[in-house]
């Protein structure tokens, strides 16, 4: 059975600090990778995606991930983080044989970004 | 946001009632989902539909029911609810032809309490 664990549960970082959640998943075969946000009191949107192709991938709002096969991981990044990316990320996997399966989340980071 | 939402946003019920929550979509996609998000413990999969009258059950399906009757609306229904049961419920739906936006879009969830 696929899972997907996440580093950290609670982040705390100052404005302008760099950001890198940890995200490792178990799966045998070849998966599709998600990050997701939750904004307080909102529901999850899609940061990024990951298909196939360049294991490094941009998505919205500044933020990164790096797929790196070898070690089932797909971590986030931004170079530089702001008051208003508080929130709580998921990291998300699914199997790209099952097109529209359903996805296993980790348990979720929480990230404190201080004035 | 896409087309796709749940009512009631929140409820108070008592222990040993039922209850139906609603997920209604106008995107046509084929892929229903029902989650519960608790602290700790990420998103957990309650059931699924892939289809019409076509539903499967996830990993925390004890003591929850669900229908399909039509591709735009998948009810979850608690028979009897308990107090294990308060969480907040989210649906999210996804087009398992689409790369192009493929993944989960989420509702905004259901706040459900149960005392």
């Known amino acids: 059975a696929q899972s997907v664990s996440q580093h950290n549960h609670h982040v705390i970082l100052s404005e302008a600090a760099s950001l890198e959640l940890g995200c490792n998943y178990s799966y045998g075969g070849t998966v599709n990778l998600f990050w997701y946000v939750q904004y307080p009191g909102q529901h999850l949107q899609l940061l990024l995606k990951?298909?196939?192709?360049?294991?490094l991938v941009k998505g919205i709002k500044g933020f990164e991930a790096e797929f790196i096969k070898s070690k089932f991981s797909f971590n986030l990044r931004k170079p530089s983080v702001q008051w208003s990316d508080t929130a709580e990320y998921f990291c998300a996997v699914n199997s790209r044989d099952n097109y529209g399966q359903n996805f296993v989340f980790g348990p979720g980071t929480r990230l404190s970004v201080l004035p | 946001d896409a087309g796709i939402t749940q009512s009631p946003r929140h409820k108070v019920t008592e222990t040993g009632t039922p209850v139906t929550l609603r997920c209604h979509q106008t995107e046509n996609h084929r892929y229903m989902y029902w989650y519960r998000q608790d602290p700790g413990h990420g998103l957990r999969l309650i059931h699924y539909?892939?289809?019409?009258?076509?539903?499967d059950k996830g990993e925390v399906s004890d003591g929850y029911s669900v229908s399909r009757s039509k591709t735009e609306d998948f009810l979850l229904t608690l028979e009897s609810a308990t107090s294990s049961q308060t969480s907040v419920y989210f649906c999210?739906?996804?087009?398992?032809?689409?790369?192009?936006?493929?993944?989960?879009?989420f509702g905004s969830g259901t706040r459900l309490t149960v005392v």
């Open positions: 999210a739906i996804s087009d398992r032809g689409d790369r192009t936006n493929y993944g989960y879009t």
């Open positions: 990951y298909f196939s192709g360049d294991p």
């Open positions: 539909s892939y289809g019409v009258k076509d539903t």
